[in-house]
């Protein structure tokens, strides 16, 4: 069935950029997104990108999608504090959202 | 204004009662879902409407029943609540069933004591 992986902790400096990283299996996802989580929050979309695009920058992120290796990743640049939280991967291919298990990314002062 | 709202937000209740979470959107969106999310913070589908018609019924235990009275509205009810129903549950809608961006609620905080 479909999988997507991420890794769990990511601790960066607050200045410094941040990489969370992932990986699917469904080859025919149509959109990967990129969620984010509050304490005691709901799930924020931060962005998604098509399948067929390469990348897709806003703002201080940048998505990054590898078709062939099924990697996709997201840069936060300049991280701040308030970038503390779970970012959640997600594909679909017309169906309900598949979730990753989430990256806790720590913003250290 | 707000987009999905679920209500309530924290929820405790004893074994074995019957509880419902409700779950409204103002979007105008045809797809309303039902996510669980344990305490690892795993999420996972559990139940997908679309023009209050099931279209997903993931492995869940038959005493969650969804209800969908209209577009805009998916109840979640709980019967015979057990001690692992503890999670938080999201509800999300979508413009249709390919949707390009889900919006989630709030989430309700269950725990069964």
């Known amino acids: 069935g479909e999988d997507v992986e991420q890794s769990l902790f990511l601790s960066v400096r607050e200045g410094d950029s941040s990489v969370i990283n992932c990986t699917y299996t469904?080859?025919?996802?149509?959109?990967l997104y990129w969620y984010k989580q509050e304490p005691g929050a709901g799930l924020q979309l931060l962005t998604y990108?098509?399948?067929?695009?390469d990348m897709k920058q806003d703002q201080r992120l940048t998505v990054l999608l590898n078709k062939k290796d099924k990697h996709l990743s997201l840069r936060i640049a300049d991280t701040q504090t308030g970038d503390s939280a779970i970012y959640f991967c997600?594909?679909?291919?017309?169906?309900?959202?598949?979730f990753g298990k989430g990256t806790r990314l720590s913003v250290i002062a | 204004d707000t987009a999905v709202s679920q209500t309530p937000k924290y929820l405790v209740t004893q074994m074995g009662n019957d509880k419902s979470i409700k779950c409204e959107q103002n979007?105008?969106?045809?797809?309303m879902y039902w996510y669980k999310q344990d305490s690892k913070k795993f999420l996972k589908i559990m139940f997908s409407?679309?023009?209050?018609?099931?279209?997903i019924n993931e492995t869940v235990p038959n005493r969650f029943s969804p209800k969908s009275p209209d577009k805009a509205h998916l109840n979640l009810h709980i019967n015979s609540l057990e001690l692992g129903d503890s999670a938080v549950y999201f509800c999300?809608?979508?413009?249709?069933?390919?949707?390009?961006?889900?919006?989630f609620g709030q989430g309700t905080r269950l725990t069964v004591v």
């Open positions: 999300a809608s979508s413009q249709d069933r390919v949707f390009t961006e889900a919006f």
């Open positions: 469904d080859s025919s996802s149509t959109y």
């Open positions: 990108i098509f399948s067929n695009m």
């Open positions: 997600a594909e679909n291919d017309g169906t309900p959202l598949v």
């Open positions: 979007l105008g969106h045809d797809t």
């Open positions: 409407y679309n023009n209050k018609e099931l279209i």
